[in-house]
């Protein structure tokens, strides 16, 4: 059942039910172009990540500013993108469902789509559903570049899964991913671009490698809000897969030279009761805003720290001796952004104390 | 947008798509009748905690086996229980916002409703919601019995927060509100008797300075799937809040004396990376299963633990060396069912191996 919005436009801010997903249209906006302008002079094009916003209509905003498409978790987001108009979606995963693989050919008929493979299983069972739909399905190649989480190793092992895909013919060999989660949130600056650093080179010498054989990619794709400046001035990635930077949070703050990004997105909450001694408690728990980056920042609130989330109660403790008043609002800082938007249904465009606009979180939930 | 539901009655239980949340049905009835027959010889009814389930179908069996009602944290969930059908609920919480009050008041016309307060200022909000609809709204007093999170100090200033409301023609006086929540995960049964023996004596003190004052508490209410055998046998509490029995988690296992009930939640997952040398990555994630409680266990395999989630990705180290296979379905174990729950749109309700049902999560979702 979706759940009614929270707001209509053009209510004042400290009218919107909450708890509530908020963005300041302004700080968001700023994050959109600054992105645009720090790309502009490298060689390297936005792909930015739906897994965050999951939401077609800010897809459509990044890719008016140059961006040429997005990329993809799964499959349910792959949908709600092409559904909306989004030509070029990627899904930067492995997928071995046969039924989820099904879906991705049927949109390969209204859009332009892709998966990755780091194991030859994953491309016979991408070969059979593109044969059965009748259709060509690009397949990138996904190495391990430091995270070892999931993909090939580079080098020999990648490319000899390269010439696996490049030989179908239902298949596009569609060139390399190359992404380093876990480097986006190494805090010290020189630390994270020598993680940086090793992706480009492990990365470098497989496309190296492919040359020698014959084959090109297409794309070369990695990168997030916390290193993307070194992947395009490298010279090796084309497409940037930034997510958080429309919008950040606690955690990318504590990237000790912050990104050039402003935080536009807030849970909205109220003071539900203050009956306690130095304690308020809020409209919004763990279920309304994401603790696994940690507890989210009181915002321009700097005597209320949030001490403690239960399913649908915060705890703030007030240590500067003002306990706000009952039914006052706060804007909540998400620990981190991608899994709090997941929670709502709505996001609620303000600007200037006012609702501008309401847009749905098209693509969340946890279904792949 | 709804997320389609991602099996059918009728398949087998390995072409669920996945993630996907499955309801072990034995073990899920099993639960359902193990509490009804442990209340049944105390004074205390059940009334269970919708915040686990969010489902009207599973409030209609819990009230099939004598259940007097649901209680809810939220409006949102109150508006889908009472359009459900279930006749019965209370608000376990402080309400402050007048659209809020609105929407419960509005829902006084078709079930018995309440809420709690622990302020003067939320009875005089809800009497003026109460008058407005043209209704009376039943309000508890909510006591803090050691939780330090919401609820008035116990005795004279509970008693003289009852009598305001008593006073007032749109409401009525309830009884108390007296639930300890943190004391349902002391791991210890001694520590856990102790905490719940606290909330007893606040809780049997305060009816007494009431009833002196010619107020009888019709709802005294609290307990949860950790302490409830302590507040039903205390012949204090009428009303037993119990939500996670149904379902269970990794969190409540770790409690020394185990509850007596069974798993029957679990989040479905599949195998889809196994490229990293001892590692296979899930198509779950901390956006598929909570983990503000801890990382979920892996159903039946020693061998394999689940070492970290990213947005859509489950690290699960191999500690065996048996390591499974592309494809191969694994059965999570949420580290805390109540967020995990929230997470998704469907209940896939599984018998020998087969699906038998599907239920939506009808008030899933962030909003109050």
């Given at each position: 059942?979706?759940?009614?919005?929270?707001?209509?436009?053009?209510?004042?801010?400290?009218?919107?039910?909450?708890?509530?997903?908020?963005?300041?249209?302004?700080?968001?906006?700023?994050?959109?172009?600054?992105?645009?302008?720090?790309?502009?002079?490298?060689?390297?094009?936005?792909?930015?990540?739906?897994?965050?916003?999951?939401?077609?209509?800010?897809?459509?905003?990044?890719?008016?500013?140059?961006?040429?498409?997005?990329?993809?978790?799964?499959?349910?987001?792959?949908?709600?993108l092409?559904?909306?108009?989004?030509?070029?979606?990627?899904?930067?995963?492995?997928?071995?469902?046969?039924?989820?693989?099904?879906?991705?050919?049927?949109?390969?008929?209204?859009?332009?789509?892709?998966?990755?493979a780091?194991?030859?299983?994953?491309?016979?069972?991408?070969?059979?559903?593109?044969?059965?739909?009748?259709?060509?399905?690009?397949?990138?190649?996904?190495?391990?570049?430091?995270?070892?989480?999931?993909?090939?190793?580079?080098?020999?092992?990648?490319?000899?899964?390269?010439?696996?895909?490049?030989?179908?013919?239902?298949?596009?060999?569609?060139?390399?991913?190359?992404?380093?989660?876990?480097?986006?949130?190494?805090?010290?600056?020189?630390?994270?671009?020598?993680?940086?650093?090793?992706?480009?080179?492990?990365?470098?010498?497989?496309?190296?490698?492919?040359?020698?054989?014959?084959?090109?990619?297409?794309?070369?794709?990695?990168?997030?809000?916390?290193?993307?400046?070194?992947?395009?001035?490298?010279?090796?990635?084309?497409?940037i897969?930034?997510?958080?930077?429309?919008?950040?949070?606690?955690?990318?703050?504590?990237?000790e030279?912050?990104?050039?990004?402003?935080?536009?997105?807030?849970?909205?909450?109220?003071?539900?009761?203050?009956?306690?001694?130095?304690?308020?408690?809020?409209?919004?728990?763990h279920?309304?805003?994401?603790?696994?980056c940690?507890?989210p920042?009181?915002?321009?609130?700097?005597?209320?720290?949030?001490?403690?989330?239960?399913?649908?109660?915060?705890?703030?403790?007030v240590?500067?001796?003002?306990?706000?008043?009952?039914?006052?609002?706060?804007?909540?800082?998400?620990?981190?952004?991608?899994?709090?938007?997941?929670?709502?249904?709505?996001?609620?465009?303000?600007?200037?104390?006012?609702?501008?606009?309401?847009?749905?979180?098209?693509?969340?939930?946890?279904?792949?």
């Amino acid at each position: 059942m979706l759940q009614a919005p929270p707001a209509e436009p053009g209510m004042r801010e400290d009218e919107i039910d909450t708890p509530a997903l908020v963005i300041d249209l302004d700080a968001f906006e700023h994050n959109l172009d600054t992105m645009a302008a720090l790309l502009a002079p490298t060689g390297a094009k936005l792909r930015a990540h739906t897994k965050t916003h999951k939401s077609p209509v800010i897809a459509k905003l990044q890719v008016a500013r140059g961006a040429v498409g997005q990329c993809v978790q799964k499959v349910a987001e792959a949908e709600v993108l092409a559904w909306g108009g989004i030509q070029d979606v990627l899904v930067t995963n492995q997928i071995v469902s046969p039924r989820k693989l099904a879906r991705l050919a049927a949109l390969a008929r209204i859009a332009d789509v892709g998966l990755c493979a780091d194991d030859e299983a994953q491309v016979v069972m991408a070969e059979q559903a593109a044969e059965a739909a009748g259709i060509r399905l690009k397949m990138l190649v996904e190495i391990d570049v430091g995270m070892a989480r999931g993909g090939i190793e580079h080098g020999p092992p990648a490319v000899a899964l390269a010439e696996r895909i490049a030989r179908s013919p239902h298949l596009i060999f569609g060139g390399l991913q190359a992404y380093y989660g876990t480097a986006q949130h190494i805090r010290a600056p020189a630390a994270r671009a020598e993680a940086a650093q090793q992706a480009v080179t492990r990365t470098r010498r497989t496309i190296e490698q492919l040359k020698q054989r014959g084959l090109d990619c297409a794309i070369v794709g990695g990168g997030g809000t916390g290193t993307f400046q070194h992947e395009a001035a490298s010279g090796v990635y084309t497409e940037i897969q930034g997510g958080s930077y429309v919008f950040m949070d606690v955690d990318y703050a504590k990237n000790e030279d912050g990104p050039p990004f402003r935080q536009s997105l807030f849970v909205a909450t109220t003071v539900m009761s203050r009956a306690g001694q130095g304690i308020a408690v809020v409209d919004c728990g763990h279920k309304g805003v994401a603790v696994d980056c940690g507890m989210p920042g009181v915002w321009q609130r700097p005597g209320l720290r949030f001490a403690g989330a239960s399913d649908e109660h915060g705890k703030i403790v007030v240590e500067d001796g003002a306990t706000p008043a009952l039914g006052e609002r706060l804007r909540l800082v998400p620990g981190h952004c991608d899994p709090t938007v997941d929670r709502y249904d709505w996001y609620v465009g303000v600007r200037k104390g006012r609702v501008e606009c309401l847009w749905p979180v098209a693509a969340r939930g946890g279904m792949a």
